[in-house]
């Protein structure tokens, strides 16, 4: 799990020369990327090969795409992106690393927070024409992650309200997929991780069946029932390819991942 890829260093932030090393280790060491339908395939019993990763990036952030596309691009992978669908402005795509015009400005993750607070969500994220022309090059998926990214258990008078309100953000999610990119997945990350049983309830009966948490751990195939699954994420840090690979060595065996993940909690 990735947010920003950028040089405003940050809590959720991987800095680009850490993010090159990272997946430059990925590619040297046999990797290959795994996208929403293989994951989806291979939980529900198919096979893929060991050495098999998904790379997943939260929030659709403009510097996925000044930093993180070209890279996947030169290796040939693929990641997810959740996208918050309310978000995506239109323009012209901006430069990226690779084109050697001058980047756009980046703004670390709070002052890109406060950039959407203030109707500027344009300074800090993905625009639709960005989104084209990195789904073209085969570098990203995108799926929802909510139109809004409003945490409906906090806001929400009660409960029903709540499921209400979750279900019309799911379904606007939806729509604006289906409207500029012809078509919406049945996978869905939980905004800040957040799920409860109204959540899934909700999510399932809108048509969503994989629901992308923020807890680590395995994703062991046919371990829940075949009609959802919860799938665990790993938060890469900015940190050398050294690290990355440590953490990969624990949790692709799942015995010692649950071990590991016992001992730390
Ligand atoms: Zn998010």
Same mark, same amino acid.
């Given at each position: 799990m990735y947010h920003h890829i950028s040089t405003s260093p940050g809590m959720i932030t991987v800095s680009p020369d850490h993010f090159a090393a990272q997946m430059a280790y990925l590619a040297q060491a046999g990797y290959r990327t795994v996208g929403a339908n293989q994951l989806s395939a291979y939980l529900a019993g198919a096979s893929l090969p060991a050495k098999s990763v998904v790379l997943t990036f939260d929030d659709g952030y403009l510097d996925n795409w000044v930093h993180a596309h070209p890279v996947l691009q030169r290796h040939g992978f693929t990641a997810l992106c959740f996208l918050v669908t309310s978000w995506p402005g239109d323009g012209a795509p901006r430069a990226h690393?690779?084109?050697?015009?001058?980047?756009?400005?980046?703004?670390?993750?709070?002052?890109?927070?406060?950039?959407?607070? /203030?109707? $500027?969500?344009?300074?800090?994220? @993905?625009?639709?024409?960005?989104?084209? *022309?990195?789904?073209?090059?085969? =570098?990203?998926?995108?799926?929802?992650?909510?139109?809004?990214?409003?945490?409906?258990?906090?806001?929400?008078? /009660?409960? $029903?309200?709540?499921?209400?309100? @979750?279900?019309?953000?799911?379904?606007? *999610?939806?729509?604006?997929?289906? =409207?500029?990119?012809?078509?919406?997945?049945?996978?869905l990350c939980w905004p800040q991780g957040y799920y409860d049983d109204d959540y899934r309830r909700v999510a399932r009966e809108t048509g969503f069946r994989h629901f992308y948490t923020c807890e680590m751990g395995p994703n062991v195939r046919g371990q829940e029932q075949a009609s959802e699954r919860s799938i665990y994420r790993l938060e890469v840090r900015d940190r050398p390819p050294s690290w990355l690979r440590s953490r990969l060595w624990v949790h692709s065996r799942p015995a010692l991942s649950r071990a590991y993940l016992a001992v730390k909690r």
């Open positions: 690393a690779h084109l050697g015009d001058e980047l756009p400005e980046l703004l670390n993750h709070h002052e890109g927070e406060r950039a959407i607070e /203030n109707g $500027e969500a344009d300074r800090a994220i @993905l625009r639709w024409s960005e989104i084209d *022309a990195m789904r073209h090059a085969g =570098t990203f998926e995108f799926h929802s992650h909510t139109h809004s990214h409003v945490r409906w258990d906090k806001v929400a008078p /009660n409960r $029903e309200e709540k499921c209400v309100a @979750l279900k019309r953000d799911l379904l606007a *999610a939806r729509a604006a997929l289906e =409207t500029r990119l012809g078509g919406a997945s049945d996978h």
